[in-house]
């Protein structure tokens, strides 16, 4: 009976185990079924995108500048090949350099001498026209007026010269710049010297000839008594109002012949007898009574006429005599030898030979390269100067060549020092390069412009520094810029309806989306200005403006 009552309980207690087993069981079942089964609306719900997010950026009340960044080089205003050719005077040899003062980097001052050819100078003056002739004293031009102008800015007046005539003011200036540069000026004739004392001597003797005819024709001979006795030898004069026959050199036959009163003198023609006789105030001519005749002439009395073989003189009242002509004469050999004397005077003297000097646009100036040696003979360029302030070069696409006008302002970031320097837009080129490098230009280590483009050049506010020529640099163009500040957004803030309305969409703090119209202004750097448009209007800096909206699929 015991054995009944024990296995009872026991049967009932894998009945309970069994069915909490089989409870779990269907649970676990039901689970999994239900993971594994969804209806349509679950399904679409749980494959739909999630809410998209909203992007926006704020307003910005700022000035809004358009740029262009382009790379630049930085290239010398002028570039100046030094290449002497003369040998530096008659008789000398082929050119040799004979001493260089610079370096290459050097600065070079307005006067200074940057090299020396055979013992000659070669030194640089300002000026815009490339030296191509010898200066010489009497030449005229527009280079002369440079060389003036360069001669006064050094402190050596050129006197009352005209602007463009070497004259005398310029050449004592050209000598007096030799001379504090320690170097003897060029003549510009080698027989100068020779033709001044010819043309001096000259002027001497014409003015000694004719202070001699004018002290003739004045009586500066001697003269007879008052009563007209003429004497024999030398230079003689009439008595009275009587005549001297000839320039002042000739007399009467043996002993000469006066005729007192109104009488004559007679030329060498005239005969007499013994020494010299004179008519007396009868008019009879007489020698210790004896009445003398000549061989074909005859001494007439007072009121008589005597001829002469050749000559004969006449009174005051007739045509000028033999000593006004030989006064003339001379006067006119005086005026020749003096024009002679002004044409050497002139034409000799200082002058620049056009291989001593180098003239370049404006300082300052430095020595880009230097080539020759002392000792070395001349043979093309031997040194390179760089004058003016450096300005930089770049090239703009077709597209920027419209956005860039002259005045622009322009920034210049040094790549190497990372300095940087405000600047201009000096010049935009109208026509496209070619894509080839220009005949004679300046080139060397540069790539060719690119086919296409457009030559910028920008002119630094202040100057770049010695040794700067050929870096490269990055400039930063503003092409564009708002009048003071404006309200700005960014570009895709902005859309524009069916009505071609502009407009942007402001998200307020409670989620809601406000609608502005407006118009919109300059343009840059991917932001825009824009002007409210209405009364209503409102658009107030730091508000946030829907640009886009971010989602499963991206940006939308």
Known sequence: MNDGTTAGPARHRRWLVATVALSVLLI????AAAQLIRSPAQAAAETAPPEPDVLTAPVEHRVLKDTIVLRGTVRAGQTVEVAPQSAGGDGAGAPVVTRVPVKAGQRVRDGQVVLEVSGRPVFVLPGAIPVYRDLRPGAEGRDVAQLQSALRGLGHDTGGDAKDAFGEGTKAALARHYASIGYDPRQSETDATDRLATARAAVRAAERALQDAEGLAGGGGESGDGGGQLTGGGGQSAGGSGQLASGG??????????AYGGGQLADAGGSSVGGGQSADSDGRLADAGDQSTGAGDRAAAAGDR???????STGAEDQPTDAGVARQRAAQDLAAARTELAAAQAESGPMLPMDEVVFVRGFPAFVDSVTATVGARVSGSVLRLSAGEPVVQGYLQEHQRQLVDTGQPVRILAELSGAET??????????????????????????????????LTVKPDKALGAGTTGQGVRLTIESASTEGRALVVPVTAVSAGAD???SVTVLEADGGRRRVE??????????VA?????????????????VGLRGTGGLR
């Open 28 to 31: 676990g079942a039901g689970v």
């Open 249 to 258: 050199s000739q007399s009467a036959n043996s002993g000469g012949q006066s």
């Open 306 to 312: 005597p001829t002469g073989a050749a000559d004969q």
């Open 422 to 455: 405000g600047a201009v837009v000096a010049s935009v080129a109208d026509v496209p390069e070619s894509g080839k490098t220009a005949d004679g230009a300046d080139t060397e280590g540069a790539d060719p412009p690119p086919a296409g483009s457009y030559r």
């Open 500 to 502: 071609s309305r502009t």
């Open 518 to 527: 407006v118009r919109v202004d300059t343009q840059g750097d991917g932001q």
């Open 530 to 546: 824009v002007v409210p448009v209405g009364a209503r209007a409102a658009l107030r800096p730091g508000e946030q403006v829907i």
